[in-house]
């Protein structure tokens, strides 16, 4: 069951710019993780927001989280061409289920 | 540093076979997973153990099985190989349910023909 949704499916913009990636999701959560994979590779975690955490920052990467809105925004500032890659969120139900990830959003970064 | 390993990236396979795809973790997790992935798709989660012996199915087992033995091991097997079946699959292990952070192998591209 796919439980997160990310918007757009896919955004292009030139490098320096910003990129912003929205979630949304369907139930309850314990937290809320933005995996990164490169084109044919595995996932590599990012960051995990908890459903008590509003925002958290790692580097160039701004999380937000809305519970009441039951979704979250990936923000990458200064973006670079090594940015170029799909991004995923997932999600974790309450209760002791796997995580539930989304469709994922391509971003590409044009140097 | 958490390492997964798939034992194969690229696979060919023909159509009845009885294939493995074989992962291995090295930091003691108590869960592992598989994954496959579709383009348009996302990941869907076929099977997943939160120990050893034990497994629970995903949102799609029909047509494939899985095996603990150890710890460190996960075991997807496709029981009769069909063309339905070519996709990415991913492995990945995590410390505790409800998850933590998850750790994903390198992905086996499985081609059945």
């Known amino acids: 069951s796919q439980q997160g949704e990310e918007d757009p499916q896919a955004l292009s913009i030139q490098e320096g710019e910003n990129a912003t990636m929205n979630c949304s999701y369907k139930?309850?959560?314990?937290?809320l993780q933005w995996y990164r994979q490169n084109s044919g590779r595995g996932l590599v975690h990012l960051i995990l927001?908890?459903?008590?955490?509003r925002e958290k920052h790692s580097g160039r990467l701004r999380v937000t989280l809305d519970t009441s809105k039951k979704s979250s925004s990936l923000l990458i500032t200064a973006s670079r061409a090594a940015d170029t890659a799909s991004y995923f969120c997932?999600?974790?139900?309450?209760?002791?289920?796997?995580?539930?990830f989304g469709k994922g959003t391509r971003l590409s970064v044009i140097a | 540093d958490v390492k997964v390993t798939q034992s194969s990236r690229y696979l060919v396979k023909r159509t009845g076979e009885k294939v493995f795809l074989e992962c291995v973790q090295d930091?003691?997790?108590?869960?592992m997973f598989w994954y496959r992935q579709d383009p348009g798709l996302g990941l869907r989660l076929i099977y997943f153990?939160?120990?050893?012996?034990?497994?629970e199915k995903g949102d799609i087992p029909e047509g494939y099985s899985v095996s603990r033995e150890k710890k460190e091991r996960f075991s997807l097997i496709l029981e009769s190989a069909s063309t339905n079946q070519t996709s990415m699959y991913l492995c990945?292990?995590?410390?505790?349910?409800?998850?933590?952070?998850?750790?994903f192998g390198q992905g086996t591209r499985l081609t059945v023909v």
């Open positions: 927001i908890r459903s008590n955490e």
């Open positions: 153990s939160y120990d050893v012996k034990m497994k």
């Open positions: 997932a999600t974790d139900p309450s209760g002791n289920t796997p995580l539930v």
């Open positions: 139930t309850s959560i314990n937290n």
């Open positions: 930091m003691d997790h108590e869960n």
């Open positions: 990945a292990s995590s410390l505790s349910l409800p998850s933590t952070e998850a750790f």
